[in-house]
């Protein structure tokens, strides 16, 4: 999988859009770009994907730029529920299995 | 739409005793993968599991672990004569099948394993 690379930690205050960035400059045609967050001690939750376009869900948004190398995840109104580390993750499919490579991930910590 | 079970949620063992972790993916999902994170640690994968098969187990250590998915019932992760070490949270995901990038994996709660 492509690497991708994040900010070690962020805060926002509630009720406030949470911006988290993510490059992936060596990202290919076929790639996709996951996001991911484990809230302390859980299981990861899926939070959004894309390839090319922009997406939104109920969860979040993704901007991904027009070259594919960086994109944003926003979390439009930030609570205190969005404590948790986000994993920005480019997958390729591979013969041998679809699984997910996880990184270090950025620290999201939501203030009151 | 049950999520991905895995069970126990915590499991206590003593150092030499073996561990057995259960995973029930998904209703009609036919992959399961493990993962482990060691304390203060990220999320590493272990090992790739269709029905009965084992597809990718490059993350799995080479003694003293091993995983099936069998037929009928739970993926089993089973780890032998435990040591200190194989404190950790263990995942579980499972997804639908793997011929497209497009497909999520859903994780379950984990295994907390502990051994005194």
């Known amino acids: 999988d492509a690497k991708t690379t994040q900010p070690t930690s962020m805060d926002c205050a509630e009720g406030r859009a949470a911006n988290l960035p993510c490059n992936h400059s060596t990202i290919s045609g076929n790639e996709y770009v996951y996001w991911y967050r484990q809230i302390h001690s859980q299981g990861p939750q899926y939070i959004i994907h894309g390839l090319k376009n922009n997406e939104t869900n109920e969860m979040a948004s993704l901007i991904i730029t027009e070259d594919r190398k960086s994109s944003t995840l926003i979390l439009p109104h930030a609570t205190l529920r969005d404590t948790a580390v986000y994993y920005c993750i480019v997958r390729v499919f591979e013969t041998s299995g679809s699984r997910l490579t996880f990184g270090e991930g950025t620290q999201l910590t939501v203030n009151p | 739409n049950a999520g991905v079970m895995q069970n126990p949620r915590h499991l206590v063992r003593r150092r030499g005793q073996e561990a057995r972790l259960r995973c029930s993916p998904m209703?009609?999902?036919?992959?399961v993968y493990w993962y482990r994170q060691l304390p203060e640690e990220g999320l590493k994968f272990m090992v790739y599991l269709q029905k009965e098969n084992i597809i990718d187990e490059s993350g799995m250590p080479k003694e003293r672990f091993s995983a099936e998915f069998p037929k009928e019932g739970p993926s089993i992760l089973r780890i032998q004569q435990v040591v200190r070490g194989d404190s950790a949270a263990y995942f579980c995901?499972?997804?639908?099948?793997?011929?497209?990038?497009?497909?999520?994996?859903?994780f379950g709660s984990g295994t907390q394993l502990s051994v005194l």
């Open positions: 995901a499972s997804s639908r099948y793997i011929r497209t990038t497009n497909e999520k994996l859903f």
């Open positions: 209703k009609g999902h036919s992959h």
